[in-house]
Each structure stands twice: as structure tokens, then as C-alpha cells.
């Protein structure tokens, strides 16, 4: 499928080698004559990418079962063949299969707030047109060969259709929007900030607070907001820190520091999620970012404008469900860990895993009831965390669980020496140079130098403890982007729908009288992406459910 900006396309059947079955055919309606084929026999459509192409045909009432995203894909691919971050688009995909140069991707689109998109016409990409359906085909062709000559072709089918079908959600939940009450917003502002001023700049409590953090400093003036004129005045104060993070200073003993914590927490909300922030985002009753799958290196989804992966706490107080709607929250809790004991094949920690808590579960079977340090444990192993309470804890989850701890051992040792690693359907990280959690070079030999702290030392450790975690939180990413793509079936004949996604938590609105239904299809859904990743698993992977009216009332 290939649209124009005019509202036609073209269409043509292929095979199931992705070849053409038919002739090319040009439609004046897109729209109509996809809807007229979803109703007939529901394909699985291969479009360009689903962010560009989808949005329009939602806004005519025409819902896509299933598709492939072409550029989803070539980006897995490339990036399992060590080539990460190179052009993923159509046309570069096609220049690299017929021996042209290569184009460089088109830049993102500058994030858009609700009401401000281009309507009823398809996207329009910057630049000269792209490649039609003739070379969307052989690119396909040729994605198809690529994937089946992957380390674990199942597998990679799977993370392709996963990934394609969150480029259908990510549309589908910016359309839909979270339901967002204006008044509750301005009353949290109201209880939080007090009045906004008068002349512009930080409402009333944020004023108040940075005088009372001048006078415990015993100056006239401190911009709190500025973490250098912060360490000048713990510096005056004969306090030497590294920088202003909130742990840091939770460390210090002076009058300023539950004061800073505070206005440090008041101007992050009056900032990020403010009323300036409502007027641009929140539209009808809706807020509606645009989400991106896939938008972190671990597969991890992104926004494009308007924070939805970070709203605070209190702020989901103005998250509240339409007049006999509810919603059904589904929490994966202790997703990372539970994967961990799926993927590793260490039988004695995937006997824990079946527990419903898998920390307490590992407590009792080898740190002698310690919960605490059984997580310290586990979260070590995965994390890096090898100094202070995580050394005896990791010697005992070494000597109890050895496959486990192989498994990340291997993952960052292999990270170390500047190798790639991938997740448990074939994600690969990026190579050294490309940049990840930290920003440190990840690309360093550890063995190139005799000194362990040297910066090249330092790096390959760093990369280390990337790819350590990586193959879990990829993996983790993958089961919640299938649990995704899984439960959007199970809604189209319930009557709900999603309206938020975060990394292992979904919500759905749903009429108040299907909420039930709804929850049990959400654990339906969990236990399939479960068996659709790693199949005959004891490992438990529970959700927890909770049915409210306000976001902020989940367990």
C-alpha cells in the first residue's frame, strides 16, 4: 500500500514470499478501497511506515488489522546485522538493494500538540517523493529473505509483527487520547504552586520557597532552579558536592536541602506538566501525545512532545474516566526479573519465578528470609551493582543461581570487548560508538590498557553494564509490545479501548460495565505474550488489576 498526498494510492496483492500476485492497482480513494478490503478478507498490509500512512485512514473510520511497517523493520534488521542507525526509510532501503546512494532519513516531524496535525490529507515527508509500490514491494521481498536467515527466524517474525502492530497502537492511542480533566488539573496547580504571578515567572510556593531557601543560605538571592548557583551556595556553605540529583543531597545535613528537594520537585511539575503544558496538550478533554515504539535503543517506547511517559504521580489525579466509563490498569510488576529467570534456563530461579513474588520466593529459597537482600541480589546482577550491600548478595545469587548469573555475565563481558548483544527475539544493541544509557564510548577494549581506571577502562565497563541490562530490558520490552499487540485483538470485540502505554503498565477505557470483561482479556493477553515468547515456561508473569475512575487510584 502506498498513499499520496491527494487522498488515492496504490494497491497490490503479493505472495507469500512477499512477491506480486497481481497487477498494480491505482485507487482515487484510499481510504474506501481499504476498507473495502479489511471487510472482505482483513490483510496484513505492508505499508512504508504505519506513522505516516495509518493516521489518515483512522480519521476516515478505517481500522487496519495487521501490517507490516517496512521501516520498522529494516531498522531491526540492520541493526541485527551491526548496522544500527543507518537509513531506514523506503527509499534508502531500495537504494542499498539496486547499488544507488543511499538518502539520508528525512528529520523527525518537530512535535505537534492536538489540533495542529495537517487533517484529512496523508502526511506529506519532506523532500522529493519516494519510491512506489513496485520498490515498497522488492524492499519487502528482499526483508523477508533477510529475516529468515536471522540467528532465530521465529523468534525475529515475532518482534517484526509486535513492533508493527505497536506502530497501529501508537496511532490508534494518540487518536483515541487519555481522558484529562481541566478543572482537577487547575485545582492540583492551585493546591501545589498557589497563584500563578502576576508579572510572569514561578508562582506564588515556588517564590516562597526560593526566599526561604536564600535566607538558609543566609544571602539575598538563589536561583534554585540553576544547579550551579546551587553548588556556589553549598560551596560557601563549606558542603563540596558533585552535583545537585536528589540523592546527593538526601546525603547532606543543612537546612536548605528539604527546602531545595521540594521547589526541585514543584518546578519540575510547574514546568513539564504546568498550565502552559494543558493549553498545548490537552485538547477536548483528551490529552494526545504521539507515541513512538521502538523510540529507545532497547525497543522501549518514546514520545514525541508532551512527556506522557512521565507524568507525576499526583498530576494522575486529573486522569479521570468519562461518566460510566472506567479503567482497567494493568501493572506487569517485576517484569525484568521474571525474564531474567525465563531467558537464562537456570531451572532454580524459574522455580522462584513462578511465585507470585519472585523476590520473596528467592528470599526463601537461598538469602534465609531476607526479601531486601534477595532483591538487592537480583537487581544487581542485572543492573551492574557491584559494590556496598550487592557484594555478599551477588556471591550468594552466584553460588545459588549460576545459569542466571552466566547469562548477564556473559552479556556484559561480551559488551566489555566491544561485541554486540541481543535481545530474546533478536533486538541488537548498538555498537560502541553509537551511544547509550550513560553517553559514555562503549566501544573500548578493557584489556588495552593496564590501568582499570583509565577512561577507556572506564568506558568498557560502562558498556558493560549497557549490555548487561540490555538483553533483559529488550526482552521485557518485547513481551509488553506482544501483550500490546495481543490484547488490541481481544478489544475489537469487547468494546475498549487503549489509551496508555508505559514500559510494563497499560490502560484501557472501557465502558463501567465491560471493565470486567476487560481485565479478563488483559490477562488472557499476558499469559499468550508469555507463550508467544517463551513458551513452556514456568515463570509466572502476573498482572495486577485494578479497576478505577481515576488513574491516580491503581494499586
Known amino acids: 500500500m502506498v498513499a499520496d498526498e491527494r487522498g488515492g494510492g496504490e494497491l497490490q496483492p503479493l505472495g507469500a514470499d512477499g512477491r506480486p500476485a497481481g497487477p498494480v492497482e491505482r485507487v482515487v480513494d484510499l481510504a474506501a478501497a481499504v476498507a473495502a478490503r479489511e471487510a472482505a478478507v482483513r490483510p496484513r498490509w505492508v505499508c512504508a511506515s504505519g506513522a505516516s500512512v495509518y493516521p489518515a485512514l483512522l ?108 506502530a497501529l497502537i501508537a496511532v490508534e492511542m494518540g487518536a483515541a ?68 540529583r ?31 503544558w494543558r493549553d498545548a496538550w490537552v485538547r477536548n478533554g483528551r490529552f494526545q501525545p504521539e507515541y513512538v515504539p521502538g523510540g529507545v535503543v532497547s525497543g522501549r517506547w518514546a514520545t514525541r512532545g508532551g512527556g506522557a511517559l512521565q507524568i507525576p504521580k499526583v498530576i494522575r489525579r486529573a486522569v479521570v474516566a468519562d461518566p460510566g466509563w472506567r479503567f482497567v490498569v494493568a501493572d506487569a510488576g517485576q517484569l525484568e526479573p521474571r525474564v531474567l529467570a525465563a531467558v537464562s534456563g537456570d531451572a532454580r530461579l524459574a522455580t522462584a519465578g513462578a511465585a507470585g513474588d519472585l523476590y520473596a520466593a528467592l528470599a526463601e529459597d537461598a538469602f534465609a528470609g531476607d526479601r531486601a537482600r534477595a532483591k538487592v541480589a537480583l537487581l544487581g546482577a542485572m543492573y551492574g551493582q557491584t ?25 556484559a563481558r561480551t559488551g566489555e570487548a566491544g561485541g554486540l548483544v541481543r535481545s530474546w527475539l533478536g533486538r541488537t544493541c548498538p555498537p560502541g560508538t553509537a551511544g547509550f544509557a550513560d553517553g559514555d564510548d562503549a566501544g573500548a577494549d578493557p584489556d588495552a590498557g593496564a590501568d582499570p581506571q583509565s577512561p577507556r577502562a572506564r568506558a568498557a565497563r560502562s558498556r558493560g553494564r549497557f549490555t ?52 479478563d482479556a488483559v490477562t488472557r493477553s499476558g499469559a499468550r505474550a508469555s507463550a508467544l515468547l517463551f513458551g513452556d515456561t514456568p515463570v509466572r508473569f502476573p498482572l495486577d488489576l485494578s479497576i478505577v475512575e481515576c488513574y491516580a487510584d491503581a494499586a
Open 468 to 519: 548487561r541490562n540490555f538483553v533483559i530490558q529488550a526482552t521485557a520490552a518485547e513481551w509488553a509490545s506482544t501483550l500490546l499487540a495481543t490484547l488490541r485483538g481481544e478489544l475489537a470485540g469487547i468494546g475498549g479501548e487503549l489509551v496508555f502505554f508505559q514500559h510494563d503498565e497499560v490502560l484501557v477505557h472501557c465502558p463501567a460495565e465491560r471493565a470486567d470483561a476487560v481485565a
Open 246 to 276: 536528589a540523592w546527593v543531597l538526601r546525603g547532606v545535613d543543612h537546612p536548605a536541602v528539604p527546602l531545595v528537594l521540594e521547589y526541585k520537585e514543584l518546578y519540575r511539575i510547574w514546568t513539564a506538566h504546568g498550565r502552559a
Open 59 to 166: 480519521r476516515s473510520g478505517v481500522r487496519l488489522d495487521r501490517c507490516h511497517d517496512v521501516e520498522l523493520t529494516e531498522a531491526l534488521l540492520l541493526g541485527h546485522a551491526g548496522r544500527w542507525g543507518e537509513p531506514r526509510s523506503v527509499a534508502a532501503a531500495y537504494a542499498r538493494l539496486t547499488g544507488a546512494a543511499v538518502p539520508p532519513d528525512p528529520p523527525p516531524r518537530p512535535p505537534a500538540p492536538p489540533g495542529h496535525g495537517q487533517g484529512a490529507l496523508f502526511d506529506a515527508v519532506p523532500g522529493p517523493p519516494g519510491p512506489g509500490v513496485a520498490a515498497l514491494t522488492e524492499v519487502y521481498a528482499d526483508q523477508l529473505a533477510r529475516v529468515a536467515v536471522t540467528a532465530q527466524p521465529g523468534r525475529f517474525r515475532l518482534l517484526v509483527a509486535a513492533e508493527s502492530a505497536g
Open 177 to 244: 487520547g487519555l481522558p484529562w480533566r481541566g478543572d482537577v488539573h487547575d485545582a492540583i496547580l492551585a493546591e501545589l504552586l498557589g497563584e500563578a504571578s502576576p508579572v510572569g515567572g514561578p508562582p506564588r510556593r515556588l517564590a516562597e520557597l526560593a526566599a526561604r531557601i536564600a535566607d538558609a543560605f543566609g544571602v539575598r538571592q538563589v536561583h534554585a532552579d540553576s544547579p550551579a548557583e546551587l553548588l556556589r551556595a553549598f560551596a560557601r556553605a563549606g558542603v563540596e558536592l558533585p552535583n545537585t
Open 387 to 411: 559494590g556496598g550491600a550487592a557484594v555478599p548478595a551477588l556471591a550468594v545469587l552466584r553460588r545459588n543461581y549460576p545459569t542466571a548469573f552466566a547469562y548477564v555475565e556473559a552479556a
